[in-house]
Structure formats: structure tokens, C-alpha cells
């Protein structure tokens, strides 16, 4: 851990928190590029520009007087741009794994570990962009050290070393049940019986103090056999593989719209619910996977109380385990949905803890599905209701996360599915207001960085925004709407590369790919200059969205072809003219102000570009 210890030193004895946080920040992306412009608005996003930039220069004069003797490390700077040289070009937590998984370790390794993770905690309150970027990569950096760590403890190929791994894997994640059970076997098997009680004790605390639950049936029963004096067995339970969970949707045919909403939200929420425990895995229903358990629901609305029917099967011998009806699932959800995740842990031999919610909670809970459904069909005769009900959560529940990210994503386009609104800018600071307390409440909300993100896009804090979507892309690279959304923001940021990336990323699984995507893709695409492309996308997504003629035909006349150009903007506009939300019918040109009025676009040449395109379109005889 030399050259790790090393930079840690030099974390340490900087005596400036700005600078401090700014190092331990760059020390994680070696030789990375990053804009001034980015770094002071993450570090300093409450301060004016220019004496934002002030500190930012400060700050480097600090570091670099720091670094002007040190080997190895040096800060470069450059025409609005930095980066930190480093001679192993690699994260600092990079180094921290390659050197976990080559022991022995140094003495003081444990005590590095320490100061490194403790460092994600001490830095804390630096700033609330930064705060986030600590929380993810603090919990990406626990997760790589404790795979690695792990690796040297469940297949020990050295007694010895494997008891440090198990150690160090304490030191790094004190709930670490599997290191402590390999712990307590060791101390069993050399005749110490005080040293693995103990060793459980100081975990039943942990979880007890931080966690209110107990440690694993697995860890219980391992006590016992301790305190009885069983025998060892010959060797640890080889470590299983988390069983996998398929859950599926049946439609059923003649669903109304909102029927079909509501089994949507049902779907999605009993899946982010079955994710969150870390007995099973959650298998993709798009890749083929050998599965343990598949759970179907089905909504059933010819039946009284339109009931929700719920069955789990064993795929391998098309067993039925369990099948039960739910009437009114929209109602009591919240406790509803609890007893199913106990039946799914019995189908599995698996007991799943939290069966009893507070009242207020599922009363809490039963109005944010409400809400989903309504988001779920969001059109103008929902939206306001949705918002509403949205911000009346948030009052009544203000920590509940979740309603204050979905409704500043809903504020951010409202605007675009209210054709002739506009966003004021009382809205956008209600949105940024909300899509903060949401990053708040849980900086690894894949969802609230991507609506922050946008927040800062319609104020034009575009270094923020490109900030946050990186957060969102590290959380969450998989996810399409992650993909899709990220790629057209960093578009409207003028960041043309990373934005195309992400899309010929998303063309290679186009099974995950959902209409409306299309019409985002079509963006990046017609900014980045490939309006062929964006002409084939807009014909294959139609008028999904009220924004997607103007790309369409916009991309028509940059590639010659004017008189199609004309034709698809004159449907547009009629389409467009029959949701007009104001009550007087707007003249062709109003139309087209209000459709680049949308796009928060960093280059203003690049909005007025598309508006004088649209313009020789709708009259290309001019």
C-alpha cells in the first residue's frame, strides 16, 4: 500500500477542505480531462462565476505547492482544462484493489483502508454536487475492495492470509456477515470458542445499532453450534450463488388505459422491491437466464374488485408454488405487496424481514402508486392532478424521496406536453428545489441525479448538469431511459462525442429501446450533424411526442429534400395546433418559437440555427 499511503499523506496534510476535497476527487480519474468551468461549478455552484473561478485558482496554487515535491503526481493545466498526471495512471482505489489482491499486506493496511474510506465521510458537506459524487463513489469503491477481499476468504488458498482478507473485509464493511462467519468457523476450529462469539457479538451490534435487524439465519445458526459444541464441519459452506427471480407481466387483453398504467406501476414497484434484497438476484427478462423462481401478475379487471392475481412457479418442474388474488391492489399496496415478498421468501427458503409498515407509510405509499399511474398515462388531462398529488406527498411526507424526484421531472416537460407553455422561472426553481431534496434524501437515486441534471439544463448551469448525468450514467449505465436521457442532455450541452457514444450504445440492444427513445436519439443525432439518421428514427417513432415533427422535418430540409420538409411541417404544425394550451389559436410561426423555446440548448447559435432551418422549411420557396 506504499504508493496508496502516499497519496493519502498527501490528502491528509492538506490543510485547505476545498482543496482537500479537490485532490481526493482527482485522485480517482488520473490523467482524465475536466473543464475548470465543471470542477467550479461543482465545487462552488453557490458562488458567482467569477469568484467561483477565483477559489478554483486558489485552490490549484494549493495543490500544486503541495504536489511540487512529490513523485509521481503533478496538476496540469491547461486552456480551461485540468488533469492529474500520475505515473500509474490508475484510480486511487484501482491501486487499493490491485494491491488487495496480491497479499501479504503490510501491517498498516488496515489502518490505510481506514483513513481512505474515512476520508468519503470527513469530506462530507463540501458541497452538494460533491456530496454526491462521494456517496456513489464511496459505495463503488466499497463494493470493488470488498469482491476482492472476498475472493481471498471463501476460496483461501492461504489460512493465513485469508484471515487478514477477512479482516480487512470487516474494517471496509463492518456488516460483512460472510467475513464474519469465516471468522468464527477459524476461532472454532482453533479452540476459541470467546473469540467467535465475540466476533459474532461485534456484528449483532453493528446491525443491531445501524441496521435494526438481525445477522443472517445463516450466522444464528453457526452461534449455536458453537455454544453446543458441535463438531466443525470438514470445511465453510462453499459461498451459493444468489438465486434467481423472473418477474413478468401477463396482459391481459381489453385493458383500459389506466387499467393497463396500473399494472405497469405494480409491475415496476413489486421489481424494484424484489432488487432490493440481497438474498436473490433479479433476473432481465430480456436475456436468456436460467431463473429459480418466476413470478407472474396479471391484472384482472372483469373480475369484482379488479384483482391483482400473483403466482409463483418453479421453472424447472413447473411446479405452481403459490397463487393468490389481491383485490383493489391500488389500495393498501404498500402492505399488500409486503406479504407477497414473505410468500416469494418461503417459495425460496429465504426469510424476508420488514412484514409491518407504520400506518402513515402505506397511507404515504398508497398515494405515491396513485401518482405513478397518473405519470405512468401523463398526458394534459393528468398532468396537473399527478403534480398535484405529487406536491401534496412531498408536504405531507417530505422524506419521502422519491415524490420529490418524479415531481421535478415532471415540472422539467411539463412545458412540452402543454404545447404554447413555456417554463417560468418560478418553475424551474421549484423543480431544482425538489430535485435537491431528492439527492438529499438519497444520493444514489439513479433518477434524481438525471432530473437534477435537467434542472441545471433549463437554468443553464450546463457544468452541473453534465456533472450529474455522469452520476447517473456511473449508477446506472444499463437502464435505457438512463442511456437515452443522459445522451440528450449531454447533446444540448454541446457535448456531441460522449452523446453519440451513448446512443450507438443503445442501438446495440435495441430490445430495450422503447418508442419514444427513438425521439430522443433523433436529437442527439440532428445536432451532432447525422440528419439522415435522425430523418429514419422520426419516421420509425412518428408523433410519439409533441417534439418530434420539428426534428423530422428540420432534418428533411438539411439533406435537400424540401418539399417533404414542407409537407411534415405542415402536419406537424396542425398536430400541434390541435393541443394548444392557450386559448388562442397560435399563427404557424408561434408554433415553431415555442418548439426551440423547449430545448435548454447551451450554444445559442445552435437554437437559432434550428429555428431559421424550420423557418426556410415551412417557406422554401423564399
Request: net charge negative; with cysteine; hydrophobic share 40%.
Amino acid at each position: 500500500m506504499s504508493g496508496v499511503s502516499y497519496k493519502l499523506s498527501l490528502v491528509r496534510s492538506i490543510r485547505f477542505r476545498k482543496a482537500r476535497a479537490l485532490l481526493f476527487f482527482l485522485l480517482h480519474a488520473p490523467e482524465q480531462d475536466h473543464r475548470s468551468e465543471k470542477i467550479a461549478d461543482v465545487f462552488w455552484g453557490d458562488y458567482p462565476h467569477s469568484k467561483a473561478m477565483a477559489s478554483l485558482r486558489q485552490t490549484i496554487r494549493q495543490i500544486r505547492l503541495l504536489l511540487s515535491e512529490s513523485e509521481g503526481l503533478a496538476l496540469e493545466t491547461r486552456r480551461g482544462h485540468m488533469r492529474l498526471q500520475c505515473d500509474d495512471n490508475s484510480a486511487i482505489d484501482a491501486c487499493i484493489c490491485s494491491v488487495l489482491a496480491t497479499p501479504p499486506w503490510a501491517e498498516n493496511t488496515a489502518q490505510e483502508l481506514g483513513h481512505y474510506l474515512q476520508e468519503f465521510e470527513l469530506l462530507l458537506g463540501t458541497s452538494e454536487a460533491f456530496d454526491s459524487w462521494l456517496s456513489i463513489r464511496n459505495a463503488q469503491a466499497t463494493q470493488g475492495i470488498a469482491e476482492v477481499l472476498e475472493s481471498k476468504y471463501t476460496t483461501p488458498e492461504n489460512e493465513a492470509h485469508a484471515m487478514q482478507a477477512a479482516k480487512l473485509a470487516q474494517v471496509v464493511e463492518p456488516s460483512n456477515e460472510v467475513a464474519t462467519r469465516y471468522l468464527m468457523r477459524h476461532f472454532w476450529a482453533n479452540q476459541q470458542p470467546n473469540r467467535a462469539i465475540e466476533a459474532y457479538n461485534t456484528l449483532f451490534d453493528h446491525l443491531d445499532q445501524n441496521f435494526d435487524q438481525d445477522p443472517e439465519t445463516e450466522t444464528i445458526e453457526l452461534l449455536a453450534s458453537i455454544k453446543l459444541g458441535e463438531p466443525l464441519p470438514d470445511k465453510a459452506p462453499a459461498a451459493d450463488t444468489p438465486p434467481k427471480i423472473l418477474v413478468q407481466m401477463k396482459n391481459e387483453s381489453g385493458l383500459a388505459p389506466e387499467e393497463q398504467s396500473l399494472l405497469n406501476v405494480l409491475f415496476l414497484d413489486l421489481r424494484m422491491r424484489l432488487s432490493r434484497f440481497r438474498e436473490w438476484g433479479i433476473a432481465d427478462g430480456d436475456r436468456p437466464e436460467v431463473v429459480d423462481l418466476v413470478v407472474k401478475i396479471q391484472l384482472l379487471p372483469q373480475m369484482p374488485n379488479a384483482p391483482l392475481h400473483i403466482e409463483i412457479s418453479n421453472p424447472g418442474s413447473n411446479n405452481l408454488l403459490w397463487a393468490e388474488m389481491i383485490p383493489v391492489p391500488q389500495e393498501n399496496w404498500d402492505e399488500k405487496v409486503r406479504t407477497q415478498l414473505g410468500n416469494i421468501a418461503n417459495a425460496l427458503s429465504i426469510g424476508a424481514g420488514g412484514n409491518h409498515a407504520p400506518t402513515q407509510e402505506a397511507r404515504i405509499y398508497d398515494r405515491w402508486l396513485r401518482s405513478q399511474v397518473l405519470i405512468d398515462r401523463w398526458s394534459p388531462e393528468t398532468e396537473g392532478e399527478a403534480i398535484d398529488m405529487l406536491s401534496n406527498i412531498t408536504i405531507d411526507a417530505p422524506r419521502f424521496g422519491p415524490a420529490h424526484a418524479e415531481l421535478a421531472g415532471a415540472l422539467n416537460v411539463r412545458h412540452i406536453l402543454l404545447p404554447g407553455t413555456k417554463q417560468t422561472e418560478a418553475e424551474k426553481q421549484r423543480a431544482l428545489h425538489h430535485a435537491l431534496e431528492a439527492i438529499s434524501l438519497d444520493p444514489l437515486d439513479t433518477r434524481a441525479h438525471r432530473v437534477l441534471a435537467w434542472c441545471y439544463c433549463h437554468k443553464a448551469e450546463f457544468e452541473l448538469a453534465e456533472f450529474h448525468f455522469e452520476q447517473a450514467m456511473h449508477l446506472n449505465s444499463s437502464n435505457s431511459l438512463t442511456l437515452a436521457s443522459c445522451a440528450l442532455g449531454y447533446a444540448f450541452a454541446g457535448r456531441h462525442a460522449p452523446a453519440k457514444e451513448i446512443c450507438d450504445r443503445m442501438l446495440s440492444a435495441p430490445g430495450a429501446m422503447q418508442p419514444f427513445h427513438l425521439v430522443y436519439m433523433a436529437a442527439v443525432n440532428y445536432l451532432g450533424g447525422d440528419y439522415a439518421r435522425t430523418v429514419e428514427q422520426c419516421a420509425q417513432a412518428g408523433d410519439i411526442m409533441t417534439t418530434a415533427g420539428g426534428w423530422h422535418a428540420a432534418a428533411l430540409y438539411q439533406l435537400g429534400r424540401k418539399e417533404e420538409a414542407q409537407a411534415r411541417l405542415l402536419g406537424y404544425i396542425d398536430f400541434v395546433k390541435k393541443q394548444w394550451s392557450l386559448p388562442d389559436e397560435p399563427q404557424n410561426a408561434e408554433v415553431l418559437d415555442w418548439l426551440t423555446a423547449c430545448f435548454p440548448l447551451k450554444e445559442v447559435s445552435s437554437g437559432k440555427a434550428l429555428r431559421e432551418t424550420l423557418g426556410l422549411a415551412l417557406n422554401p420557396a423564399r
